[in-house]
């Protein structure tokens, strides 16, 4: 068994970096580490970076799609960044498309895609108390 | 070192758990590296032995996997040959059918990593283990 995945908390939002050749024991473990911690944090996002990943293969890719799944389920958003091209590439010929799971680019994209959620939906809250004011 | 044809050393791994697993991703990376393999023509390889080799190692249970330079004067390429003495396949058309599965994968393994590389060619029969030979040329 090789070393965990670290798992950063900042605000409400779980931060993954995986900076290792995932092994698929590896993954397992992550994903249950994180729908640990989204339960006991009450964490509303999880940006996974896979920016390190020379590849993303069949069980990784599977790994992503259910911790998106079980994230959901927890009431959290996941957000997987930083795929390389030749990654995308590869995974799309391989038959693998994430259908159900966030991308962005990068970790600042992803954590960006997770906070409007929130703060939007307490802007038009806002607004439409002070249009009710107004009247 | 000469420019000989296929002269180079084959390199063998053991495939017994999931950290031989990695191994194998990263040493068919060395050598497509060596093969002078375009960065996504590495990452294709890459990910077809990383599919073959947990095949190998969860429905073969466990194998090994050679790995080998190769040249035919004009380019270089990989090859790489995953063996096990396994149950083998009794229907390879149905295992090679995308989103098939005789265990809980995704069922993508084996199709989908003959979409990958330029040569796959595969040999099986019940009981008598499975051998899978993938090959990719240099442009």
Do not use: C
Not at chain 1, 83 to 94: N, S
Not at chain 2, 34 to 55: G, I, Y
């Amino acid at each position: 068994m090789s070393d965990a995945v670290p798992i950063l908390k900042i605000g409400s939002t779980l931060l993954v970096s995986i900076q290792v050749d995932l092994q698929d024991d590896t993954a397992l473990q992550l994903q249950e580490d994180l729908a640990e911690r989204i339960t006991r944090t009450g964490a509303r996002g999880v940006v996974i970076d896979i920016s390190g990943l020379e590849i993303v293969d069949s069980f990784i890719g599977r790994m992503l799609a259910s911790v998106a799944a079980i994230s959901r389920v927890l009431d959290a958003q996941t957000v997987v960044v930083g795929m390389r091209p030749a990654v995308a590439i590869t995974m799309v010929e391989l038959g693998l498309s994430l259908g159900g799971v966030r991308t962005a680019l990068d970790v600042e994209r992803g954590l960006a895609m997770l906070a409007p959620a929130h703060e939007s939906a307490e802007s038009v809250l806002l607004a439409a108390a002070a249009e009710r004011e107004s009247r | 070192m000469t420019t000989a044809p296929s002269a180079t050393a084959t390199e063998r791994l053991e495939v017994r758990a999931d950290s031989d697993v990695v191994r194998v991703r990263q040493l068919v990376r060395t050598v497509a590296q060596q093969a002078r393999l375009s960065l996504v023509d590495q990452t294709k390889l890459v990910t077809a032995a990383s599919e073959l080799a947990r095949n190998t190692l969860v429905y073969g249970g466990g194998g090994e996997v050679e790995v080998e330079l190769v040249a035919d004067g004009r380019r270089s390429g990989v090859r790489a040959v995953f063996s096990d003495e396994g149950p083998g396949i009794a229907d390879l058309d149905l295992a090679l059918t995308d989103g098939w599965t005789s265990g809980n994968g995704l069922g993508l393994g084996l199709s989908g990593s003959r979409r990958l590389v330029e040569q796959f060619s595969i040999d099986t029969a019940p009981g008598a283990g499975t051998r899978v030979e993938i090959v990719t040329w240099s442009r």
